[in-house]
C-alpha cells in the first residue's frame, strides 16, 4: 500500500505563489512517474503537470506553462509543484497521484494512476 498526503495548500492572493508536496510513505516513488491533478468546483478533474521517475523529464499542460513547475526529491520520497502567478482560475483541490506501472511514461490519463492523495484546497482570490 501507498500512502500519499498533500500539503502546502491554502489562500493566496492573486500574483501570488504556493508550494505544494506530496510526501508516500508505504512504498518508494523513485521508479514511478508521478503526477500533479486538479479539480475545480464543478468541474472535471484535469492533470496539471508530470514528472518522470528520475526527475529528467517534465510536462504541464498549456495553462500552467510558465508559471508551476513540477520536481522531485527521491531521497525524501517527495513530490513538489511549484505553483507562481497564481490566477483566480487554479482554484481548486490539487491531488497527486502515482502511475501504476515502475518506469512508466508520463501522462495525462488518470487511468494509468493508481494511488492518490486526499488532496489540498488552493484558493486564489483576486
Known amino acids: 500500500q501507498v500512502q500519499l498526503v498533500e500539503s502546502g495548500g491554502g489562500l493566496v492572493q492573486a500574483g501570488g505563489s504556493l508550494r505544494l508536496s506530496c510526501a508516500a510513505s508505504?512504498?518508494?516513488?523513485?521508479?514511478?512517474?508521478m503526477g500533479w491533478f486538479r479539480q475545480a468546483p464543478g468541474k472535471e478533474r484535469e492533470f496539471v503537470a508530470g514528472i518522470s521517475w528520475n526527475g529528467g523529464t517534465t510536462y504541464d499542460v498549456d495553462f500552467v506553462k510558465g508559471r508551476f513547475t513540477i520536481s522531485r526529491d527521491n531521497a525524501k520520497n517527495t513530490v513538489f509543484l511549484q505553483m507562481n502567478s497564481l490566477k483566480p482560475e487554479d482554484t481548486a483541490v490539487y491531488y497527486c497521484?502515482?502511475?501504476?506501472?515502475?518506469?512508466?511514461?508520463?501522462?495525462?490519463?488518470?487511468?494509468?494512476?493508481?494511488?492518490w492523495g486526499q488532496g489540498t484546497q488552493v484558493t486564489v482570490s483576486s
Open positions: 497521484a502515482k502511475h501504476r506501472n515502475p518506469l512508466g511514461i508520463v501522462t495525462e490519463q488518470e487511468a494509468s494512476y493508481d494511488y
Open positions: 508505504g512504498r518508494t516513488l523513485s521508479l514511478y512517474v
